[in-house]
Nanobody, 124 residues
């Protein structure tokens, strides 16, 4: 089992920045990818960014490329999502996820473990 705890959400004005953190514990050695997903009201959950736990290769949704950066600190077992130039359409609950298998890191099926979510609200 892997436990995930997100933090760092909040309210920010358009154009501002936030950094989300996701602390992982448990069977860390079993993780292949860590990912961030988001779900806006009335919409399906969607992929935002992902990173290979070992090696650090990153993946981004087109909607956030150039604005968001995913990174990891293996020593702290923590993944970060730096969000810059935020837009009102970025408003959503953001979820951290951990994948214990190889596959397509932009797809939910590779992720077995999920955090509780953290709210990000961007005002116009």
């Amino acid at each position: 089992q892997v436990q995930l705890v997100e933090s760092g959400g909040g309210l920010v004005q358009a154009g501002g920045s936030l950094r989300l953190s996701c602390a992982a514990s448990g069977r860390i050695f079993s993780i292949y990818y860590m990912g961030w997903f988001r779900q806006a009201p009335g919409k399906e959950r969607e992929f935002v960014a992902g990173i290979m736990w070992n090696g650090g290769r990153t993946y981004y949704a087109d909607s956030v490329k150039g604005r968001f950066t995913i990174s990891r600190d293996n020593a702290k077992n923590t993944v970060y999502l730096q969000m810059n130039s935020l837009k009102p359409e970025d408003t959503a609950v953001y979820y951290c996820a951990a994948a214990p298998r190889l596959g397509n890191p932009v797809r939910e099926y590779v992720y077995d473990y999920w955090g509780q979510g953290t709210q990000v609200t961007v005002s116009s």
